[in-house]
């Protein structure tokens, strides 16, 4: 089984900065896929960005010049630095983990941006 604890979600002015943080536990399967994703109300969840363990990321459109997903293999941690926050960022945020047998998700940090 797989743990993934997330922090660093919070409330921020329109053009703030948030570091969100997840750090995963348990039965890690290598190479894998650690993400993060975006639920706001009334909307479906989507991808906000993810890295593979060998180093490849992919990343909405939405977020490119203004996020960064990087990850520590060794800690198995993944980070998104949130830059040029809009308040069409705010959602609840998810860490997701992925490898070749299933996936896991996180319990989710609410990420609130006013204008």
């Known amino acids: 089984q797989v743990q993934l604890v997330e922090s660093g979600g919070g409330l921020v002015q329109a053009g703030g900065s948030l570091r969100l943080s997840c750090a995963a536990s348990?039965?890690?399967?290598?190479?894998?896929?650690l993400g993060w994703y975006r639920q706001a109300p009334g909307k479906q969840r989507e991808l906000v960005a993810a890295?593979?363990?060998?180093?490849?990321?992919n990343s909405a459109d939405s977020v490119k010049g203004r996020f960064t997903i990087s990850r520590d293999n060794a800690k198995n941690t993944v980070s998104l630095q949130m830059n040029s926050l809009k308040p069409e960022d705010t959602a609840v945020y998810y860490c997701?983990?992925?490898?070749?047998?299933?996936?896991?998700w996180g319990q989710g940090t609410q990420v609130t941006v006013s204008s």
């Open positions: 997701r983990l992925q490898d070749w047998a299933s996936n896991y």
């Open positions: 348990g039965r890690i399967f290598t190479p894998n896929t």
């Open positions: 890295i593979h363990s060998g180093g490849s990321i």
